[in-house]
Protein backbone atom coordinates (compact mmCIF):
# COMPACT_ATOMS: atom_id res chain seq x y z
CA UNK A 1 0.00 0.00 0.00
CA UNK A 2 1.31 3.36 -0.75
CA UNK A 3 1.66 6.06 1.58
CA UNK A 4 1.06 9.91 0.22
CA UNK A 5 1.86 13.14 1.63
CA UNK A 6 1.23 16.73 0.74
CA UNK A 7 3.59 19.09 2.15
CA UNK A 8 5.63 22.36 1.32
CA UNK A 9 8.85 22.02 -1.39
CA UNK A 10 11.79 21.96 0.56
CA UNK A 11 14.92 22.40 -1.82
CA UNK A 12 17.20 20.32 0.25
CA UNK A 13 15.20 16.96 0.08
CA UNK A 14 13.17 18.13 -2.97
CA UNK A 15 15.57 20.14 -5.91
CA UNK A 16 16.60 16.72 -7.07
CA UNK A 17 12.78 14.65 -7.25
CA UNK A 18 11.52 17.69 -8.38
CA UNK A 19 14.31 18.41 -11.21
CA UNK A 20 13.91 14.42 -12.21
CA UNK A 21 9.86 15.02 -12.43
CA UNK A 22 10.47 17.93 -14.69
CA UNK A 23 13.07 16.29 -17.59
CA UNK A 24 10.88 13.12 -17.10
CA UNK A 25 7.34 15.27 -18.13
CA UNK A 26 9.79 16.72 -20.85
CA UNK A 27 9.29 20.52 -19.07
CA UNK A 28 12.38 20.86 -18.88
CA UNK A 29 15.70 19.02 -21.05
CA UNK A 30 17.65 16.50 -19.59
CA UNK A 31 20.98 17.55 -18.51
CA UNK A 32 20.73 21.12 -19.11
CA UNK A 33 21.98 23.24 -16.30
CA UNK A 34 20.41 26.49 -17.89
CA UNK A 35 16.63 24.97 -18.06
CA UNK A 36 17.94 23.38 -14.07
CA UNK A 37 19.01 26.98 -13.18
CA UNK A 38 15.73 28.44 -14.32
CA UNK A 39 13.65 25.98 -12.38
CA UNK A 40 15.91 26.49 -9.74
CA UNK A 41 14.45 30.67 -9.19
CA UNK A 42 11.60 29.60 -9.64
CA UNK A 43 11.05 27.41 -6.76
CA UNK A 44 13.59 29.16 -4.53
CA UNK A 45 11.06 32.29 -5.04
CA UNK A 46 7.92 31.15 -5.33
CA UNK A 47 5.05 28.86 -3.22
CA UNK A 48 5.25 25.40 -3.39
CA UNK A 49 3.95 22.19 -2.97
CA UNK A 50 5.20 18.65 -3.36
CA UNK A 51 2.94 15.60 -3.26
CA UNK A 52 5.25 12.17 -1.94
CA UNK A 53 4.52 9.18 -2.92
CA UNK A 54 6.53 6.48 -0.36
CA UNK A 55 8.66 8.93 0.72
CA UNK A 56 9.62 10.92 -2.79
CA UNK A 57 7.91 14.01 -4.41
CA UNK A 58 6.44 12.75 -7.31
CA UNK A 59 4.44 16.07 -8.22
CA UNK A 60 4.73 19.22 -7.63
CA UNK A 61 2.44 22.46 -8.06
CA UNK A 62 3.92 25.91 -7.69
CA UNK A 63 2.03 29.32 -7.71
CA UNK A 64 3.13 33.04 -8.35
CA UNK A 65 1.04 35.99 -6.90
CA UNK A 66 -0.18 38.47 -9.01
CA UNK A 67 -3.29 40.84 -9.71
CA UNK A 68 -6.43 40.83 -11.64
CA UNK A 69 -8.23 44.02 -13.32
CA UNK A 70 -12.11 43.52 -12.88
CA UNK A 71 -12.89 46.92 -14.55
CA UNK A 72 -10.66 49.37 -12.41
CA UNK A 73 -9.94 47.67 -9.61
CA UNK A 74 -6.81 45.52 -9.24
CA UNK A 75 -7.93 42.05 -7.22
CA UNK A 76 -5.30 39.54 -5.65
CA UNK A 77 -4.68 36.68 -7.80
CA UNK A 78 -2.49 33.45 -7.29
CA UNK A 79 -1.25 31.86 -10.40
CA UNK A 80 -1.00 28.12 -10.60
CA UNK A 81 2.15 28.42 -12.72
CA UNK A 82 3.01 24.61 -12.73
CA UNK A 83 1.41 21.31 -11.99
CA UNK A 84 3.50 18.64 -13.01
CA UNK A 85 3.41 14.57 -11.79
CA UNK A 86 6.09 12.02 -12.73
CA UNK A 87 4.75 9.07 -14.84
CA UNK A 88 4.99 6.97 -11.76
CA UNK A 89 2.42 9.10 -9.83
CA UNK A 90 -0.20 9.32 -11.99
CA UNK A 91 -3.37 7.96 -11.56
CA UNK A 92 -3.01 8.41 -7.81
CA UNK A 93 -4.76 11.38 -7.86
CA UNK A 94 -2.00 13.84 -6.75
CA UNK A 95 -2.22 16.71 -8.85
CA UNK A 96 -5.64 17.26 -8.27
CA UNK A 97 -5.26 16.90 -4.41
CA UNK A 98 -2.12 18.91 -4.47
CA UNK A 99 -3.26 21.69 -6.59
CA UNK A 100 -6.36 22.04 -4.59
CA UNK A 101 -3.78 22.32 -1.54
CA UNK A 102 -2.35 24.89 -3.38
CA UNK A 103 -5.59 26.22 -4.09
CA UNK A 104 -6.40 26.51 -0.51
CA UNK A 105 -2.72 27.97 0.57
CA UNK A 106 -3.29 31.01 -1.59
CA UNK A 107 -7.01 31.56 -0.60
CA UNK A 108 -6.03 31.59 3.32
CA UNK A 109 -3.04 34.22 2.08
CA UNK A 110 -5.51 36.10 0.55
CA UNK A 111 -5.36 35.38 -3.77
CA UNK A 112 -9.29 36.34 -4.35
CA UNK A 113 -9.39 34.67 -7.55
CA UNK A 114 -7.01 32.17 -9.17
CA UNK A 115 -6.28 31.68 -12.53
CA UNK A 116 -4.18 28.66 -14.86
CA UNK A 117 -3.07 28.09 -18.61
CA UNK A 118 -5.22 24.50 -19.00
CA UNK A 119 -3.29 21.75 -20.78
CA UNK A 120 -6.54 20.55 -22.06
CA UNK A 121 -10.42 21.34 -21.02
CA UNK A 122 -12.14 19.23 -18.37
CA UNK A 123 -9.65 18.02 -15.97
CA UNK A 124 -9.38 21.99 -13.77
CA UNK A 125 -13.59 22.14 -14.07
CA UNK A 126 -13.77 19.48 -11.51
CA UNK A 127 -11.83 22.20 -8.82
CA UNK A 128 -14.00 24.52 -9.92
CA UNK A 129 -12.29 26.79 -12.66
CA UNK A 130 -14.02 27.73 -15.72
CA UNK A 131 -13.19 29.07 -18.86
CA UNK A 132 -12.23 32.05 -19.82
CA UNK A 133 -13.30 33.69 -23.21
CA UNK A 134 -12.16 32.28 -26.84
CA UNK A 135 -8.91 34.45 -28.20
CA UNK A 136 -7.21 34.51 -31.17
CA UNK A 137 -4.06 33.41 -32.23
CA UNK A 138 -2.57 34.94 -35.09
CA UNK A 139 -0.03 33.26 -37.50
CA UNK A 140 0.60 36.46 -39.94
CA UNK A 141 3.62 37.78 -42.45
CA UNK A 142 5.11 40.50 -40.19
CA UNK A 143 6.02 42.18 -43.46
CA UNK A 144 2.14 43.18 -44.20
CA UNK A 145 1.92 44.83 -41.26
CA UNK A 146 0.16 48.24 -41.99
CA UNK A 147 1.03 50.76 -39.48
CA UNK A 148 1.35 54.57 -40.06
CA UNK A 149 4.38 54.86 -38.17
CA UNK A 150 8.32 53.64 -38.48
CA UNK A 151 9.81 52.42 -35.80
CA UNK A 152 13.31 53.35 -34.04
CA UNK A 153 16.29 51.48 -34.15
CA UNK A 154 15.13 48.24 -31.19
CA UNK A 155 17.77 47.58 -27.60
CA UNK A 156 18.69 43.81 -27.79
CA UNK A 157 16.51 42.65 -24.48
CA UNK A 158 18.37 39.28 -23.28
CA UNK A 159 17.42 37.26 -20.40
CA UNK A 160 19.63 39.49 -18.21
CA UNK A 161 16.82 42.09 -17.99
CA UNK A 162 14.70 39.97 -17.18
CA UNK A 163 13.96 42.17 -13.95
CA UNK A 164 14.02 45.61 -16.33
CA UNK A 165 11.32 43.38 -18.45
CA UNK A 166 9.18 42.44 -14.90
CA UNK A 167 9.10 45.79 -14.18
CA UNK A 168 7.76 46.82 -17.67
CA UNK A 169 5.04 44.33 -17.20
CA UNK A 170 4.08 45.66 -14.65
CA UNK A 171 3.88 49.25 -15.29
CA UNK A 172 2.40 48.30 -18.96
CA UNK A 173 -0.96 49.03 -19.92
CA UNK A 174 -3.80 47.09 -18.56
CA UNK A 175 -7.26 46.60 -19.70
CA UNK A 176 -10.05 44.52 -18.11
CA UNK A 177 -8.61 40.86 -17.00
CA UNK A 178 -4.89 42.07 -17.22
CA UNK A 179 -3.11 40.33 -15.44
CA UNK A 180 -0.35 41.74 -13.59
CA UNK A 181 3.12 38.95 -12.21
CA UNK A 182 4.13 40.09 -9.04
CA UNK A 183 6.85 37.30 -8.90
CA UNK A 184 9.90 38.46 -10.73
CA UNK A 185 11.20 35.06 -10.52
CA UNK A 186 8.08 34.24 -12.52
CA UNK A 187 9.31 36.29 -15.57
CA UNK A 188 13.22 35.65 -14.61
CA UNK A 189 12.15 31.72 -15.01
CA UNK A 190 10.23 32.21 -17.93
CA UNK A 191 12.75 34.48 -19.94
CA UNK A 192 15.16 31.69 -18.69
CA UNK A 193 13.64 28.86 -20.51
CA UNK A 194 12.86 30.59 -23.94
CA UNK A 195 15.24 28.61 -26.72
CA UNK A 196 16.68 30.46 -29.06
CA UNK A 197 15.39 34.01 -27.63
CA UNK A 198 14.73 37.01 -29.29
CA UNK A 199 14.20 40.03 -27.61
CA UNK A 200 13.54 44.07 -29.00
CA UNK A 201 12.52 47.07 -27.22
CA UNK A 202 12.70 50.39 -26.40
CA UNK A 203 13.80 52.77 -23.12
CA UNK A 204 13.09 56.31 -22.21
CA UNK A 205 15.38 59.01 -21.38
CA UNK A 206 16.05 57.31 -17.75
CA UNK A 207 17.17 54.19 -18.71
CA UNK A 208 14.17 52.68 -17.97
CA UNK A 209 12.48 49.70 -20.18
CA UNK A 210 9.23 50.71 -21.31
CA UNK A 211 7.61 48.77 -24.23
CA UNK A 212 9.10 45.36 -25.51
CA UNK A 213 9.05 42.50 -27.61
CA UNK A 214 10.15 39.10 -26.91
CA UNK A 215 10.02 35.75 -28.08
CA UNK A 216 11.34 32.43 -30.53
CA UNK A 217 12.80 33.03 -33.39
CA UNK A 218 12.26 28.97 -34.42
CA UNK A 219 14.68 29.01 -37.30
CA UNK A 220 16.18 31.06 -39.41
CA UNK A 221 12.91 32.52 -41.49
CA UNK A 222 10.63 31.63 -38.29
CA UNK A 223 8.51 31.69 -37.31
CA UNK A 224 9.26 33.96 -34.70
CA UNK A 225 6.84 33.23 -31.77
CA UNK A 226 6.28 36.39 -29.22
CA UNK A 227 5.64 35.62 -25.77
CA UNK A 228 5.48 38.68 -24.25
CA UNK A 229 4.99 42.59 -25.23
CA UNK A 230 4.35 45.25 -23.26
CA UNK A 231 3.39 49.24 -23.75
CA UNK A 232 1.81 52.06 -21.97
CA UNK A 233 1.13 54.41 -24.35
CA UNK A 234 -0.84 53.39 -28.02
CA UNK A 235 2.23 55.17 -29.85
CA UNK A 236 4.22 52.63 -28.01
CA UNK A 237 1.98 49.65 -29.51
CA UNK A 238 2.27 51.07 -32.84
CA UNK A 239 6.08 51.13 -32.62
CA UNK A 240 5.99 47.26 -31.61
CA UNK A 241 3.99 46.54 -34.65
CA UNK A 242 5.99 48.74 -36.51
CA UNK A 243 9.01 46.83 -35.54
CA UNK A 244 7.77 43.57 -36.68
CA UNK A 245 7.03 44.81 -39.83
CA UNK A 246 10.57 45.33 -39.88
CA UNK A 247 11.35 41.95 -39.04
CA UNK A 248 9.25 40.76 -42.29
CA UNK A 249 12.83 40.55 -44.59
CA UNK A 250 13.63 37.52 -42.39
CA UNK A 251 10.84 36.11 -40.33
CA UNK A 252 8.02 34.99 -43.00
CA UNK A 253 5.89 34.29 -39.98
CA UNK A 254 5.06 35.58 -36.64
CA UNK A 255 2.85 33.78 -34.09
CA UNK A 256 1.08 36.14 -31.42
CA UNK A 257 -2.24 35.84 -29.43
CA UNK A 258 -3.83 39.33 -30.13
CA UNK A 259 -2.60 42.18 -28.03
CA UNK A 260 -4.89 43.47 -25.24
CA UNK A 261 -7.28 46.04 -26.30
CA UNK A 262 -6.88 46.51 -30.21
CA UNK A 263 -8.32 44.50 -33.13
CA UNK A 264 -4.65 43.10 -35.19
CA UNK A 265 -6.69 42.98 -38.10
CA UNK A 266 -7.36 46.56 -38.60
CA UNK A 267 -3.18 46.41 -39.02
CA UNK A 268 -3.16 43.41 -41.40
CA UNK A 269 -2.83 43.71 -45.22
CA UNK A 270 -5.44 41.38 -46.92
CA UNK A 271 -5.54 39.16 -44.06
CA UNK A 272 -7.67 36.33 -45.99
CA UNK A 273 -5.42 36.02 -49.15
CA UNK A 274 -2.63 35.31 -46.34
CA UNK A 275 -5.08 32.53 -44.69
CA UNK A 276 -6.07 31.48 -47.72
CA UNK A 277 -2.81 30.92 -49.56
CA UNK A 278 -0.73 30.16 -47.00
CA UNK A 279 1.42 26.43 -45.62
CA UNK A 280 -0.24 23.88 -42.97
CA UNK A 281 1.44 23.84 -39.44
CA UNK A 282 3.08 26.08 -38.22
CA UNK A 283 3.51 28.36 -41.19
CA UNK A 284 -0.13 28.97 -41.29
CA UNK A 285 -1.15 32.55 -41.35
CA UNK A 286 -5.13 33.63 -39.96
CA UNK A 287 -6.60 33.97 -36.76
CA UNK A 288 -7.57 30.86 -34.44
CA UNK A 289 -9.62 31.34 -31.66
CA UNK A 290 -9.00 29.22 -28.70
CA UNK A 291 -10.12 29.78 -24.62
CA UNK A 292 -6.56 28.64 -23.04
CA UNK A 293 -6.83 29.67 -19.63
CA UNK A 294 -9.31 29.17 -16.99
CA UNK A 295 -10.06 31.00 -13.25
CA UNK A 296 -12.17 30.33 -10.11
CA UNK A 297 -13.19 32.79 -7.55
CA UNK A 298 -11.73 31.88 -4.09
CA UNK A 299 -13.42 34.75 -2.22
CA UNK A 300 -16.72 35.53 -3.43
CA UNK A 301 -17.93 38.51 -0.92
CA UNK A 302 -14.11 39.75 -1.13
CA UNK A 303 -14.23 39.81 -5.21
CA UNK A 304 -17.51 41.31 -5.03
CA UNK A 305 -16.60 43.79 -2.48
CA UNK A 306 -13.98 45.27 -5.24
CA UNK A 307 -16.66 44.78 -7.96
CA UNK A 308 -18.11 48.35 -8.90
CA UNK A 309 -20.26 48.13 -12.08
CA UNK A 310 -20.74 52.32 -12.64
CA UNK A 311 -22.50 52.01 -16.25
CA UNK A 312 -25.35 49.71 -14.44
CA UNK A 313 -28.66 51.00 -13.57
CA UNK A 314 -30.56 49.94 -10.22
CA UNK A 315 -28.99 47.36 -8.56
CA UNK A 316 -29.50 43.96 -9.55
CA UNK A 317 -30.27 41.69 -6.09
CA UNK A 318 -30.75 38.02 -6.23
CA UNK A 319 -30.40 34.64 -4.17
CA UNK A 320 -27.39 32.38 -4.94
CA UNK A 321 -26.72 28.98 -4.47
CA UNK A 322 -22.90 28.45 -5.55
CA UNK A 323 -21.59 25.17 -5.70
CA UNK A 324 -17.61 24.69 -4.93
CA UNK A 325 -16.48 21.04 -6.27
CA UNK A 326 -13.20 21.60 -4.39
CA UNK A 327 -13.89 20.31 -1.02
CA UNK A 328 -14.02 17.00 -2.04
CA UNK A 329 -10.56 17.60 -2.96
CA UNK A 330 -9.16 18.82 0.33
CA UNK A 331 -8.32 17.50 3.83
CA UNK A 332 -11.32 18.23 6.44
CA UNK A 333 -8.62 20.41 8.59
CA UNK A 334 -8.20 24.28 7.21
CA UNK A 335 -9.93 27.46 7.25
CA UNK A 336 -11.14 27.49 3.42
CA UNK A 337 -13.24 25.19 1.98
CA UNK A 338 -14.07 26.76 -0.90
CA UNK A 339 -17.25 28.57 -1.98
CA UNK A 340 -19.82 26.81 -1.33
CA UNK A 341 -23.09 28.21 0.11
CA UNK A 342 -25.79 30.56 0.43
CA UNK A 343 -25.54 34.06 -0.77
CA UNK A 344 -27.78 37.17 -0.78
CA UNK A 345 -25.66 38.72 -4.17
CA UNK A 346 -26.02 42.60 -5.14
CA UNK A 347 -24.67 43.79 -8.27
CA UNK A 348 -24.42 47.60 -9.31
CA UNK A 349 -22.31 50.69 -8.43
CA UNK A 350 -21.33 48.94 -5.22
CA UNK A 351 -21.82 44.97 -5.24
CA UNK A 352 -21.95 42.56 -2.44
CA UNK A 353 -22.39 38.84 -1.45
CA UNK A 354 -23.94 38.25 1.99
CA UNK A 355 -24.21 34.44 3.48
CA UNK A 356 -28.22 33.30 3.68
CA UNK A 357 -31.24 33.88 1.83
CA UNK A 358 -33.70 36.24 1.42
CA UNK A 359 -37.28 35.50 0.57
CA UNK A 360 -38.77 37.36 -2.86
CA UNK A 361 -35.57 37.44 -4.81
CA UNK A 362 -35.18 35.33 -7.90
CA UNK A 363 -32.72 32.47 -7.72
CA UNK A 364 -29.61 31.55 -9.77
CA UNK A 365 -27.77 28.37 -8.72
CA UNK A 366 -24.39 27.79 -10.57
CA UNK A 367 -20.93 26.61 -9.49
CA UNK A 368 -18.15 28.34 -8.69
CA UNK A 369 -16.68 28.17 -12.35
CA UNK A 370 -19.94 29.06 -14.04
CA UNK A 371 -20.47 32.12 -11.67
CA UNK A 372 -17.08 33.05 -12.20
CA UNK A 373 -16.88 33.28 -16.07
CA UNK A 374 -20.14 35.59 -15.17
CA UNK A 375 -18.60 37.78 -13.41
CA UNK A 376 -15.08 38.34 -15.04
CA UNK A 377 -16.91 38.60 -18.57
CA UNK A 378 -16.01 35.58 -20.00
CA UNK A 379 -19.09 34.59 -21.26
CA UNK A 380 -22.84 35.79 -21.19
CA UNK A 381 -25.37 34.04 -18.45
CA UNK A 382 -27.47 32.32 -21.19
CA UNK A 383 -23.88 30.91 -22.56
CA UNK A 384 -22.99 29.63 -19.35
CA UNK A 385 -26.70 28.12 -18.40
CA UNK A 386 -26.64 26.27 -21.98
CA UNK A 387 -23.14 24.84 -20.78
CA UNK A 388 -25.08 23.31 -17.81
CA UNK A 389 -22.83 25.52 -15.35
CA UNK A 390 -25.85 27.59 -13.97
CA UNK A 391 -29.62 27.00 -13.48
CA UNK A 392 -32.05 30.44 -13.32
CA UNK A 393 -35.57 31.90 -14.75
CA UNK A 394 -35.29 33.48 -17.62
CA UNK A 395 -35.77 37.31 -17.03
CA UNK A 396 -33.08 36.45 -14.03
CA UNK A 397 -30.58 35.71 -17.27
CA UNK A 398 -31.84 38.24 -18.97
CA UNK A 399 -31.06 40.70 -15.95
CA UNK A 400 -27.82 39.04 -15.53
CA UNK A 401 -26.75 39.81 -19.10
CA UNK A 402 -28.15 43.40 -19.23
CA UNK A 403 -26.63 44.21 -15.62
CA UNK A 404 -23.22 42.57 -16.30
CA UNK A 405 -22.02 44.30 -19.55
CA UNK A 406 -18.58 44.11 -19.45
CA UNK A 407 -15.15 44.25 -21.28
CA UNK A 408 -14.07 40.63 -22.85
CA UNK A 409 -10.93 39.93 -20.56
CA UNK A 410 -7.76 40.53 -21.84
CA UNK A 411 -4.72 39.16 -19.67
CA UNK A 412 -1.85 40.39 -21.70
CA UNK A 413 0.29 38.03 -20.93
CA UNK A 414 0.95 34.27 -20.84
CA UNK A 415 0.76 31.87 -17.84
Excluded at 19 to 36: P, S, Y
Excluded at 96 to 104: D, E, I, N, P, V
Excluded at 397 to 415: I, S
Amino acid sequence: MTNTKIRPYDSERDEKAVRRIWEETRWIDRGDEGDAASLRVMLDHSPALVAELDGEAECVTISSPATIRHLREDIPLGIVAAVTTSPSGRRAGLASRTTAALLRRDAEAGMMVSVLGMFEQGFYTRLGFGNGPCELRWGLDPATLSVPVSAASPLRITASDSADVHRAMRERALCHGGVRILNAAHIEAEMGWTEHPLGLGYRNEGGELTHFLWGELKDENGPLIITAMAWREPGQLLELLALLRSLGDQAHVVKMIEPAGVHLQDFITRPFRQANTSKGGEWRKGAEAEAWWQARINDLQGCLARTSLPHAGPALTFNLHLDDPIAGFLPASGNWKGTSGDYVVELGKASSAEPGRRKGLPSLHAGVGGFTRLWLGCAEARAVAAAGRLEAPGQLLDDLEATLRLPVPRTGCEF
